[in-house]
C-alpha cells in the first residue's frame, strides 16, 4: 500500500524541496519506487533539482485540462532509478484544487511505494491542495524562532485538514550557529516548543545543496545525504538511533 506523504513547514525556506529531493533519492536508492509531487504551482523547482527540466512536456494543469493522461505528467529522473517526478504547472493560476489533485494522486499512487507531495511555503491554497490525498506529514524546520512558529502554525492547518500523523524534521543544523545565537536551551527545547516528534536532524551541508541545486545528488556521500539516509529508513520502518547532542 503506498505511503503518501506532504512535505510542508509553514515559513518558506526551511528546506522542504531539498529534503523532498533528498529523501526521495535515498527511498529509491532502497529499492522503493517513489513519486516527487511538485506542488509549488508557478515556483516550481523540483524538475531542476532532479535534471529532468529538458524532458518535460506536460505538468499538472495539462491533466487538469484534460490536454494529456496524468500518467503523462510523470517523469523518470534520470540516473535515479525507482525516482518520478510529477511537476507543478508552470502558471500560479494554474494551481490546482485539492479535490482534483486528489483524483489525480488517486489515479497514479498504487504503482509507488512512495508519494512525496512538496507543499509551497504558507497554509494557504496551494498548501491544502498539497496536503488533501496524504495520510502524514513531514513538518521541516530551521532553528529560528519565526521557523518554529511556522510549524506550530501549519501542524494545526494539517490536524484541520485530516493529517495527524505529523513528524518534525530539523534541517540546516548547524551546533556553533545554534549555540552562538544562543535563542534556546537545546534541541529538546525547539522539539518541545514544536509539540511534533523528531524523525530526524539534517545538517547544514552546502555541499548537499550545491548537489541536489545541480541535479547531482544520486551518490552524493556528503553528511546531510547520511542523515536523509537514516530519515528514509526511519520512514521505511528500520530502528536508526536518533543522535541529539
Ligand atoms: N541542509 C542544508 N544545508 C545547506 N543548505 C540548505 C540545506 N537545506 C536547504 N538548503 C538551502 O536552503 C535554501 C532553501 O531550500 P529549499 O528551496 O529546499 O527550501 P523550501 O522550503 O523548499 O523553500 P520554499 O518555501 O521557497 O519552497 C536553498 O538555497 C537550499 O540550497
Ligand atoms: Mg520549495
Redesign the pocket.
Known sequence: MEDIIVVA?GK????????SVGLGTALAKNGSRVLLIDC?SG?R?LDIMLGVTQNLVFDIADAVSGSCTVENTVYPCPDKKGLFLMPAPLNAYDEVAPQILGQLVDGVADIFDYVII?S??GVGSGFEAAAFPAKRALV?VNTEPTSIRGAQTVSARLRECGVDNIRLII??FNKATFRKMGLYRDLDEVIDITALQLLGI?????T??AA??SGKSGELNAP?MKALDNIALRLQGKLVPLMIK
Open positions: 513547514s518558506g525556506g526551511t528546506g522542504k524541496s531539498t529534503v509549488d515556483m523547482g512538496d509551497p511555503a521541516v534541517n540546516r539534517v545538517p547544514e551541508d552546502h548537499l545543496a541536489i541545486q546531510a
